[in-house]
Every structure is written in C-alpha cells, then in structure tokens.
C-alpha cells in the first residue's frame, strides 16, 4: 500500500484502493515514486527535465495500453505517453499523472519474403536496424540509433534512406492505435484511411500506437558514408558546394552539413553522407566532397549500414542538458550560409552543434497534402542543438540557439514538427501549414478532448 497520493488534473485525490485495483489488472509493473525502479524510468534522454509522474505504467502490450488510458481518461489524470524517450521538448514526462511508459514493448517481426516488418512501440532503431539487417533489409529511419522508432515515424522521419526510398512515414503502411476512448482500431490505406493520413506526421495526438508496420528495401549490408570535414574557414566554400550538389545528387545519396567539435579540437564544418546503391558507383558519386581543399579528417567510404545509423550516437550522449530549434529552409542562400557560420563560431559550449538534414528525391517528391507531415518543399531542415552539462550555463546556451534560429527567420518557411523544441506550442499550426484544419477535424473525431495533449499540440476543431 502507497501513502503517496495520486491528484487528478481537476485536484481530486484517487482513493489508493481505485490504484490498487489498475495495478492488479496490468501485466506489467505499476511503478509509484517509492518503487524499485521509479527513478530510472522517470529519466529522459534530454536531462533538462526533472519530472516526477505519480504513476508509471510500463506497458507489457496492448491490453495494458487499453488500460492505462482508460484509467488515465476515467480519473482525468494527465497523460505522457513514452516510447523511446527522445523528445527534445521533453513531452514524454510529465509532473503528477500518469506516464504510460511503452519502452519495454520491443516486439519486431520481419517477413523477409513481403519486405515488411512490424514492430512495437517500445522498439529503438538500433533494434530495427538489427532485425531488419539480418536479412539485408531496411526503412527510413532516423540518424541517432538511440531515438524510439514510435515519435520518431508519427512526425515524419527524415533519415540516411530519405532521398531513396522516402520519410519514416512514407514507409508506414499500417498502424495499430489505442484512441482516447480506449478502442484499438488498425489504421492503413484500407481501414480509416483519415486516421491513417493523420498519423503520418500528427505525431502523438490521435492515440497510442501499439504496433507499426513498414514497407522494407534492399539495403546493404555495405553502404558508402561516414563523413568528411573541413576546417571553420572553409565552410563558406563547403556548404555553398553542398547546396550545389544536394540539387542534382542521385536518389541513393543523402547529404547532411553540419558543424561540430571534436573532443579537444577547434569547430569543423561537416559533411555527412549515405548512399544506398552499389558501393563503386558510391564511391566515384562522393569523391567530390573530398577534394573541396584540405580536410581535417576524411571517414567517407564503404562502411556497414548499421554502423552509418549509428554515426551521430556519440554526440548525443543520454542525460547532457539539450536546447534544440529548427527550421525549414527553402533555399541555403548565401546571407543563410554566413548566419550558420557565424553561430558555429560562437557556441558557448563545444558539446552543441548544427545538422542540416534534407528533404531532396522521394521524399520531396510525395505531394505536402498526401501525407499530415507537410514541409516536403523545404528542402534544408537546419537544427540547432545546445548541449552543455552545468546547469549554471543554461541561459547562455538556450540564447545561443534561439538566436541562431532567430537570425534564420527570414529566409524560413516552416518546421519538422520533431524538432520543435520547448515554448514552440505556437509554431504547431504553421509546422502543419495547410494540412492543420484537417488535422484538427480528425482531432476532433478521434480525441474531442484532447486527452492526448503533451506533444506538439493539434486543437480539436471547434
Ligand atoms: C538525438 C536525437 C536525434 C534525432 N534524430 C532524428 C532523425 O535523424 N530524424 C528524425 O526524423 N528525427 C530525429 N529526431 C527527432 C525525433 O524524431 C523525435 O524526438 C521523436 O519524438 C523521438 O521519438 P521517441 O519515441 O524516441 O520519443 P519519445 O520521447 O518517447 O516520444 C515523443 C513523443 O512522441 C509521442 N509518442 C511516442 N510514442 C508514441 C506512441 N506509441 N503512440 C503515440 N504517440 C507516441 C508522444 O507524444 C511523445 O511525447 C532526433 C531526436 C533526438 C533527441
């Protein structure tokens, strides 16, 4: 029996007897601030958020999701909803309520021979890599093999695959969701087609995903990637070189710049790169990069697929303190290349750094309306991202991305919904543009109450 009491959103107490009772129903553990366990489970990957739910519920499969969100709805609790923990603005925790926790859902089963594989909501990309691997198989997905595959696709998912074979949700083909009322219902092309449309970018908003199917490629087991960097002074030459190339390169080549800071070393400019296709014609399709004057370091080459997935792992470390903004660019103009620059000299902690990620071939080619995630016009998809460990320098690394992003305003056109980052709420409809009133009509008919509402947040219609 727990002393600790649970407080609804309204600011009733839930007798413990009430608590006692889900507990008893769930397959798996029910945790309180005082059990085994607790504050590992509380802890996010971005270590800004020092959130204590009343109640954990590590989901063991569907029917615990079913019950969770009924008692969550039926006690007006206030709901996050968890599946690889990588939110930047920290939506999976939440102070009081209940988090329904899906990371141990890790379930993924491959049919090699129909190229398709399904998988929980608990499941990494580094797990998917490895199944779908197995078979030389694999889907759009992201860059950091530590982030869950669950946010990550209902955003949109831009990845090493993207100009080849599309988005994350490009690839999505159907979807089992536990919606506010507590039904499961499978969304695909087939079987509400609306619900369907809203899930390929809504984000968390229409319900819980219990299970996630993907259309699956060849794709190695070799790729050629890795990536190739040149000194700060070079930069302008470099990514006016990289916004060149990107506009005619080949659907099997994905090209992120970026800038970073080698432990020890002075600030780079990057670039970083995968294609898909036969390692010779990827080989000769990249040696330009590497002749753009001296690099600091030359990793461009044949290299496993799954260890291309996991290039960015390091940087990203769990538990450093992390500010993120984003935009979409339609064009990297000459006045946006020298803003990137002037901030990539300026960042007040060596641990932060910029990624340009893009949405070139199959994925600018999906029409912006056929899909909820809307900026596939928007070809460059700057992300800023502090890092820093002391939390006495927070105000200077927060101010530094936010004035980046700031200065980038002008030439900006939208945003990927996942790389909004804290205080962004209002930047949502225009994440979305003209696919948002449709989103808030399916907002309306699958969670009238936004009950589902710690994410970037879709209004329900009025
Ligand atoms: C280090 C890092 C690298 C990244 N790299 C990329 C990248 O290469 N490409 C890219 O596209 N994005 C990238 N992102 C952004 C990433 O897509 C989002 O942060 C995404 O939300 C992470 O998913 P998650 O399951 O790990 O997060 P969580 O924090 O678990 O979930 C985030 C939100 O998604 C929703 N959600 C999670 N699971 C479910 C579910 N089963 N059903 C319904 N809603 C759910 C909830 O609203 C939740 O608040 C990156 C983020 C980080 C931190």
Known sequence: MSDNIIVTAAGDSIENTLVEEFQGGLRGPLLRPESDGYEAARKLWNGMFDRRPALIARCAGTADVIRAVNFARDHR????????????????????????DLSAMKGIRVDPAARRAQAQPGVK?????????????????????DTGIA??????????LSSKHGLTVDNLTSADIVTADGRLVTANAAENPDLFWALRGGGGNFGIVTSFEYQLHAVG??????????????????????????????????????????????????LICCYCGPLGEGEEAVR????????????????PFVAQQQIFDAGFPTGSNYYAKAASLGDLTDEAIEILIEYAATMPS?????????????????????????????????????????????????????????????????????????NDEDRVPAAYGANYQRLAALKKKYDPDNFFRLNPNIKPAN
């Open 288 to 303: 330009p990069f590497k002749s753009l004057g001296t690099p600091v370091h030359d990793a461009l080459g044949p290299l």
């Open 151 to 160: 946010g990550l696709t209902l955003g949109g998912g831009l990845g090493w």
């Open 350 to 422: 060596p641990l932060s750094g910029m990624v340009i990620q893009t949405v070139f071939g199959a994925a600018s080619r999906v029409a912006p309306d056929a899909t909820a995630f809307r900026p596939r016009a928007f070809p460059y998809a700057p992300i800023i991202v502090s890092q820093w460990l002391d939390p006495a320098q927070t105000a200077e690394n927060v101010a530094w991305a936010r004035d980046c992003w700031g200065a980038l305003q002008p030439f900006a056109g939208g945003v990927y919904v996942n790389d909004l980052g804290e």
């Open 125 to 145: 990309w580094i797990d998917f890599d490895h199944e779908t691997q197995a078979f030389g198989l694999a889907t759009s997905g992201g860059t950091v093999s």
């Open 77 to 100: 609790l206030h709901v996050a909803v968890r599946g690889g923990g990588h939110s930047f603005p920290g939506h999976s925790i939440c102070d009081g309520g209940l988090l329904i």
């Open 221 to 270: 087991p070799m790729v050629v990637g890795g990536m190739v960097l040149y000194p700060l002074s070079q930069a302008k030459e470099v990514l006016r070189f990289y916004r060149d190339f990107t506009k005619t390169a080949p659907d099997e080549l994905t090209i992120y710049a970026g800038f970073v800071t080698p432990p020890g070393g002075e600030t780079v400019v990057a």
